[in-house]
């Protein structure tokens, strides 16, 4: 698991590295490592986060 998912917890804002059209995603939950994010332009997605790094926008909502 990449260090930055240890500490995402609900209400952080992130963006995915990859996919900057998706926009800005609020983090509604991280269990074991799947980060579930409501992007501002793809919905909510589940992320692995053994296989992506998302990138802290704010740790405040």
Do not use: C, Y
Request: charged fraction near 20%; hydrophobic fraction near 40%.
């Amino acid at each position: 698991m990449h260090e930055i998912t240890a500490i995402l917890q609900p209400g952080m804002l992130v963006s995915h590295p990859d996919r900057p059209d998706w926009g800005v995603g609020q983090v509604q939950s991280n269990i074991e490592g799947k980060v579930t994010v409501n992007f501002r332009e793809a919905g909510k997605v589940v992320i692995d986060g053994n296989r992506v790094s998302l990138v802290l926008v704010s740790a405040e909502p």
